[in-house]
Nanobody, 126 residues
Framework: VQLQASGGGSVHTGGSLRLPCAASGRTFSSYAAGWFRQAPGKEREFVAAIRRSGDYTFYADSVKGRFTISRDNAKNTVYLQMNSLKPEDTAVYYC????????????????????WGQGTLVTVSS
């Protein structure tokens, strides 16, 4: 599957952005998905994950209550809605996916993912 993330940009503190990640090549409903981010000089970190059906989501503590991951399998797209953005949210955001034989699984570690999008830059200024 090929992933294409978009929607990044520059916003002020408290602003919002929505990042879509479009998948192509295979039936997206067979894949668990997630979002990660990497700030300058830092390691890539987990942001959010979603099961293949979209019925369960999981978040890093740093974004819980502000970010929402969702998916539309009919459109082969996973989204990351980011509200109440802070300067520390500044990073390149990556979407990721992996095949999931079990509908109950979600993944929070980068090595668990097989496919990655190219990243989209989010800059939050104070």
């Amino acid at each position: 599957v090929q992933l294409q993330a978009s929607g990044g940009g520059s916003v002020h503190t408290g602003g919002s952005l929505r990042l879509p990640c479009a998948a192509s090549g295979r039936t997206f409903s067979s894949y668990a998905a997630g979002w990660f981010r990497q700030a300058p000089g830092k390691e890539r970190e987990f942001v959010a994950a979603i099961r293949r059906s979209g019925d369960y989501t999981f978040y890093a503590d740093s974004v819980k209550g502000r970010f929402t991951i969702s998916r539309d399998n009919a459109k082969n797209t996973v989204y990351l809605q980011m509200n109440s953005l802070k300067p520390e949210d500044t990073a390149v955001y990556y979407c990721a996916a992996r095949t999931s034989s079990s509908g109950s699984m979600f993944y929070t570690r980068a090595p668990n993912y097989e496919y990655w999008g190219q990243g989209t830059l989010v800059t939050v200024s104070s």
